[in-house]
């Protein structure tokens, strides 16, 4: 590996944590916003939880994108 291999592969990995960051701080904004709207609204049926377990869940796989877990899965063009 040389030195522009480790070089984009840190800069991969920067675009990878920021674009999780981004979509971590979305994940918290709609929720601080859907929460107390569904309790103020009708607070029997407690409806943002399952936007939250969907969403989360794909979150939960765009931590694991991030964090590089499905590096070999996934072969682009290298062998």
């Known amino acids: ?5 480790g070089r984009t592969e840190r800069d991969a990995q ?3 944590l ?3 960051g981004y979509h971590l701080i979305g ?3 709609v ?6 709207v569904n309790m103020l609204t009708n607070p029997q049926r407690p409806w943002f939880v ?3 377990v ?3 869940a794909v979150l939960g796989l765009h ?3 991030a964090m590089n877990l499905f590096r070999g899965l996934f072969r682009h063009g290298k062998n």
């Open 1 to 5: 590996m040389t030195d522009d291999d």
């Open 14 to 16: 920067r675009r990878r």
């Open 18 to 20: 920021r674009g999780f």
């Open 27 to 29: 994940y918290f904004v």
């Open 31 to 36: 929720m601080i916003v859907l929460v107390p």
């Open 50 to 52: 399952l936007p939250m």
């Open 54 to 56: 969907g969403w989360g």
């Open 63 to 65: 931590a694991a994108f």
